[in-house]
């Protein structure tokens, strides 16, 4: 079955731009998170989103925001970019909430590069 | 604090031989999940091996295996016969129940390259 899909692969901004990315799960998943990806500070979790909710979210200002559709995609979005806003931001779908070992799929990530 | 911690610095790996990672962690919480995943230089990250802590025997997944203690907390990934296309990076990973999400905690990773 086809992968997490995540779109654009790269991306260039300039600052005080806004971006949106784009994540498809894996068919029948019903959960998204997104992380981001610095060298300095590693993956960083950013939100999760479940049947169209948010779930929880990490400690990320409110510049960062996403949403998920009915069909489980979802988009995250980024305002007012920031030259630290620069990263890899990765998508992961995962079946449900419940188990301790549902499995996260990652896609391969949105280059963003803020100029 | 940090939840996930991996301090090795890059290792050098021959081709063929095995490698250990190391991975402790921090939660007070009784009920966790441990993964690992490794990351090669196109970005994607690809799960390897899950071990619960409530799991008694040792997680193993083909060529990797996580030897896990639970009283040291620590989580260690071993590769066996290493080959070319495991040069990566290798993160270790903890989701805390008390989220009751998927949300996961990672580390700084490991940069693993094989030689031949």
């Known amino acids: 079955k086809a992968g997490v899909t995540q779109t654009p692969r790269y991306l260039i901004k300039t600052r005080g731009q806004q971006v949106t990315l784009s994540c498809s799960p894996i068919?029948?998943?019903?959960?998204v998170s997104w992380y981001q990806q610095t060298p300095g500070q590693g993956l960083q979790f950013l939100f999760e989103?479940?049947?169209?909710?948010?779930?929880n979210k990490g400690n990320f200002p409110g510049r960062f925001s996403g949403r998920q559709f009915s069909n489980s995609r979802s988009e995250m979005n980024v305002s007012t970019l920031e030259l630290g806003d620069s990263a890899l931001y990765l998508c992961a779908s995962s079946f449900g909430l419940q188990g301790m070992n549902t499995e996260a799929f990652f896609g391969q990530g949105t280059r963003l590069t803020v100029v | 604090a940090q939840k996930i911690t991996q301090t090795q610095p890059g290792m050098f790996v021959q081709e063929k031989e095995a490698v250990t990672l190391d991975c402790t962690y921090d939660?007070?919480?009784?009920?966790?999940?441990l993964f690992w995943y490794k990351q090669p230089s196109s970005g994607e990250m690809i799960f390897l091996i899950y071990q619960g802590s409530y799991d008694e025997q040792n997680a193993t997944e083909g060529r990797y295996s996580l030897n896990f203690q639970k009283a040291r907390k620590s989580a260690n990934l071993v590769i066996s016969a290493s080959q070319l296309g495991d040069s990566a990076m290798y993160f270790c990973?903890?989701?805390?129940?008390?989220?009751?999400?998927?949300?996961?905690?990672f580390g700084k990773g490991n940069q693993v390259v094989v030689i031949p």
């Open positions: 990973a903890m989701r805390e129940a008390v989220y009751g999400n998927n949300r996961l905690a």
């Open positions: 989103y479940f049947s169209e909710t948010q779930r």
């Open positions: 939660t007070s919480d009784q009920s966790y999940g």
């Open positions: 068919s029948g998943h019903r959960s």
